[in-house]
């Protein structure tokens, strides 16, 4: 069995989680396997090939996961994305809707060099709203979107169409 079919049959569907309707895909069968975690963070790192890459921001919590790993593995910095008031610097923050009311992310205001060159990592993308805050607030650091990376995305969420203006690569689809 190749890489990508043993990571996508280690996920766990968890119905009705975290709420009725709900069908989870969880990624802790991944992250328990040495092998396994270690062939998505190659797999998600050679999405990046061809690309400069500077430093991989993750979003709080399992694009850190993914993200520090995946900077280590790229030999970069990794940039915390953070739930407001978390970070103790200056921070930047972007609001975006929910279904139900809206959140928002934080990030320092000198997280990035002008013009660098920033892989954005999470673990799953449904709606696209998170990431496009994210994407923003690299850009509003003077940094560059080089890469939006998934390992996972549900594509009838459309949360690509949020991301159109960034270069998006995701591992596994449903």
Do not use: W
Request: positive net charge.
């Amino acid at each position: 069995m190749k890489r990508l079919e043993k990571i996508r049959t280690a996920l766990r569907d968890v119905p009705d989680f975290p709420k009725p309707g709900i069908l989870f895909k969880d990624i802790t069968p991944i992250l328990s396997d040495p092998l396994l975690f270690g062939d998505t963070i190659d797999l998600m790192a050679e999405m990046a090939q061809g690309k400069k890459i500077d430093f991989v921001a993750g979003i709080e919590a399992r694009g850190f996961i993914f993200g520090a790993a995946l900077a280590r593995k790229l030999n970069c910095g990794f940039v915390p994305i953070r739930k407001p008031g978390k970070l103790p610097y200056k921070t930047y923050k972007a609001e975006y809707a929910l279904e139900y009311g809206t959140d928002s992310i934080e990030v320092h205001q000198d997280a990035f060099p002008k013009g660098a060159s920033v892989y954005l990592a999470d673990d799953l993308l449904a709606t696209g709203g998170t990431a496009a805050a994210a994407a923003g607030l690299i850009q509003k650091c003077g940094a560059e979107v080089a890469l939006i990376g998934f390992l996972i995305e549900l594509s009838f969420l459309q949360g690509r169409e949020k991301l159109k203006e960034n270069p998006v690569r995701s591992l596994i689809t449903f």
